[in-house]
Each structure stands twice: as structure tokens, then as C-alpha cells.
């Protein structure tokens, strides 16, 4: 019944591997985000799509890449992974953008941490 | 863009005293503030949100007020609990309703 999942919960990695962090939602949501929590607890935004389409695309490495392959699914791959990559990171879905309704749920989170 | 600071950083309370939260943002045409409770190893969650067009809205124990002209808003927790012990984060909508931006959060600690 889970409403937002994520998988892996925790993944350990070396500097340079190539890793992908995959999220589904049930809700029938419009919209899904990608988020990076630091070490500080700082959320932010990395990516949000609209029905498929890219429609944020903060200021991120183009070693991330987010990849839709239908409203219900949003995964993150990241290329040559990085130190400074190490964070939670928290898929997101909400009804769509400009509703009235506009609740955003979270995934569980992924744990990164790269060595 | 949308820029919105949090305050205080950290927070600690006696239990059954109220705690508020301030936020402030920089984008008037930002018109949806929701309210986030993320406890430790756990997602954020809802706690809860108002739009521009209202100025006050409550729940139970927290409500949460809005002052559009001085671009800030608030949350009120009263009668605080041990559970009630979280970070809490503020976000503000932009005006093309498609990016949350959050504040950097409240570190609230309610000492029994």
C-alpha cells in the first residue's frame, strides 16, 4: 500500500561507479521530484517532471539524470560518482502543478553514501 | 527565484509550553505554504499547508498564520508533546506552482 517507494533503502558505492536510485508512486500523480538532503538536513530540489517532461532541472551535474519512463516512475542514474554525492536523497509526487490540491508525498529515502 | 529563510535553527521547549516557527520568502507571487515534519531517519511529511488567499489555518494543536504584504509565515505548535520532537521545514510555492523551495529547517527538541 505504500504510496511513494523508492529502492535501494541504503547504497554504499566507490568514487567513479555508476549507480540508479529507482521511485514508483501509486497515487496516479501528475508530478514527480527528485530531492538532495545533505548532511545539514538542507532539502533541495534536483528535478520535477509533468506527466514525463522535464520541467525543473535545478542546478545539478550533468552527472545526474533523471529518466521517466511513465508518469508512475521517476529514476535518478548518476554517472562518475563523487564524494560530495553522499546524501539522502527523496523522491517526491504530488497531483500536478498549479492544482489546488498540491500535497507533496515523500519516499522512505535512499541513503548514498560513496567512499 | 524563490528564496525562503527559516527561523529559529534549533529549538528547545518544556513540555506543554508552544513553540513557534518563522518563515520569510522573497517571491510575492508564491501562494502555497506547506508545512513539513521529518523525524530523525524518517521522509518529510505534511504537517500542514495555507494558501495565499487565507490568512490563518488550524488543526488540533498547530495552526499556521500567513502575512502576504510582509511575505512571512508561521507555525504554531501549543500544549507540545515529546513526539512533537522533529525538524520542521517550511517551503514556499513559486508562481509557476512546479518548484518547492524549502527553508533549511527547525530542530524543535519538547523536554519532558
Known amino acids: 500500500d505504500t504510496a511513494v517507494s523508492q529502492t535501494p533503502k541504503y547504497l554504499v558505492t566507490q568514487m567513479g561507479n555508476d549507480k540508479s536510485i529507482k521511485c514508483e508512486q501509486n497515487?496516479?500523480?501528475?508530478?514527480m521530484y527528485w530531492y538532495k538532503q545533505d548532511s545539514k538536513k538542507f532539502l533541495k530540489i534536483m528535478f520535477s517532471?509533468?506527466?514525463?517532461?522535464?520541467?525543473i532541472n535545478e542546478t545539478v551535474p550533468n552527472r545526474f539524470s533523471p529518466k521517466s519512463p511513465d508518469k508512475a516512475h521517476l529514476n535518478l542514474h548518476i554517472n562518475s560518482l563523487e564524494l560530495g554525492d553522499s546524501a539522502v536523497y527523496f523522491c517526491?509526487?504530488?497531483?500536478?502543478?498549479?492544482?489546488?490540491?498540491?500535497?507533496?508525498?515523500f519516499g522512505p529515502g535512499t541513503r548514498l553514501t560513496v567512499t | 527565484g524563490e528564496n525562503v529563510e527559516q527561523h529559529p535553527s534549533t529549538l528547545s521547549v518544556q513540555e506543554g509550553d508552544s513553540a513557534v516557527i518563522k518563515c520569510t520568502y522573497s517571491?510575492?507571487?508564491?501562494?502555497?505554504f506547506p508545512w513539513y515534519k521529518q523525524e530523525l531517519g524518517k521522509r518529510p511529511q505534511l504537517i500542514i499547508d495555507?494558501?495565499?488567499?487565507?490568512g490563518e489555518k488550524k488543526d488540533q494543536r498547530i495552526a499556521v498564520t500567513l502575512n502576504k504584504t510582509a511575505k512571512h509565515f508561521s507555525l504554531h505548535i501549543t500544549e507540545t508533546q515529546p513526539e512533537d520532537s522533529a525538524v520542521y521545514f517550511c517551503a514556499a510555492r513559486d508562481n509557476y506552482g512546479q518548484n518547492f523551495v524549502f527553508g533549511p529547517g527547525t530542530r524543535l527538541s519538547v523536554l519532558p
Open positions: 497515487l496516479g500523480h501528475d508530478t
Open positions: 495555507i494558501r495565499s488567499n487565507v
Open positions: 517532471y509533468n506527466n514525463k517532461e522535464l520541467i
Open positions: 517571491d510575492s507571487a508564491s501562494n502555497y
Open positions: 517526491a509526487s504530488s497531483q500536478g502543478p498549479r492544482l489546488a490540491s498540491n500535497e507533496q508525498y
